[in-house]
């Protein structure tokens, strides 16, 4: 079974910085996209940006050129830093691996002015 845990997430002033990880468990990390979803409060889930196997990766228009992810299959890991942070990113940020619909647990990011 698959598991997924972020970590990382916290309080940071408008402008900082925070890199977010998720650790899965399972023995084809290599070879899935993994993704990075996030909810605000009362807002859907929207997608943040994604990774496939082959390292080709998309975002999400309201974090390009800020948000970077990435992934350390060695570490069966993917990451998301996350760098000029807006108020309005703040969220509970998740980690996704599509093609099994797996997510983790969730982690809050709050973004202060």
């Known amino acids: 079974q698959v598991q997924l845990v972020e970590s990382g997430g916290g309080l940071v002033q408008a402008g900082g910085s925070l890199r977010l990880s998720c650790a899965a468990s399972?023995?084809?990390?290599?070879?899935?996209?993994m993704g990075w979803y996030r909810q605000a409060p009362g807002k859907e889930r929207e997608f943040v940006a994604d990774?496939?196997?082959?390292?080709?990766?998309s975002y999400a228009n309201f974090v390009k050129g800020r948000f970077t992810i990435s992934r350390d299959n060695a570490k069966n890991t993917v990451y998301l830093q996350m760098n000029s942070l807006k108020p309005e990113d703040t969220a509970i940020y998740y980690c996704?691996?599509?093609?099994?619909?797996?997510w983790g647990q969730g982690t809050q990011v709050t973004v202060s002015s």
């Open positions: 996704q691996r599509p093609d099994i619909n797996a």
């Open positions: 399972g023995r084809t990390f290599s070879g899935n996209t």
């Open positions: 990774i496939n196997g082959s390292g080709t990766i």
